[in-house]
């Protein structure tokens, strides 16, 4: 018997070597995945501040760099203007200091959908009456596709 139980203890060895092996594995895999998005999150939300924030002072030139090309040329078609710096500076001109104001602080909070690329920002009321910011990473940077 004591050999048997020898033999047992040998064989269980390799097994609990492998599960702990698979725990460990396991666990750094979900914490790197967790890292990850926490970090796109924080890149999301980042994007969307700085965003809104040269929405809100008027800097065309800085809002336009940071949206895609295709939001940047249905932003200048809306607003029939040359290019994007205009048309952010046709967007915003009607609004006053406060207004403003309240557009560059409208930012809510920023998720990712479970399908799909985007990363979404929510915004708080404001005077253009933007909800949501789409954005899409190009080049490790988020930039604004689509605003809702």
């Not at 008027?58 to 710096?85: F, I, P, S, W, Y």
Request: net charge negative; proline share 2%.
């Amino acid at each position: 018997m004591v050999g048997t139980e020898d033999g047992q203890g040998k064989g269980r060895l390799p097994i609990l070597c492998a599960a702990g092996l698979l725990v460990v594995v396991g666990g750094l895999g979900i914490a790197h995945a967790i890292r990850d998005t926490n970090s796109r999150l924080h890149a999301v939300r980042d994007a969307g501040h700085t965003f809104l924030g040269a929405l809100g002072s008027d800097n065309g030139e800085r809002a336009c760099a940071h949206m895609t090309r295709t939001a940047q040329t249905e932003l200048v078609a809306d607003q029939h203007q040359k290019n994007c710096a205009q048309a952010v500076n046709a967007l915003v001109a009607p609004l006053s200091s406060a207004e403003r104001h309240r557009l560059a602080t409208s930012y809510d909070s920023a998720f990712f959908a479970k399908e799909g690329s985007f990363g979404h920002v929510n915004v708080r009321d404001n005077p253009l009456q933007i909800t949501e910011l789409l954005l899409s990473e190009s080049h490790g940077s988020w930039l604004v596709a689509e605003m809702r």
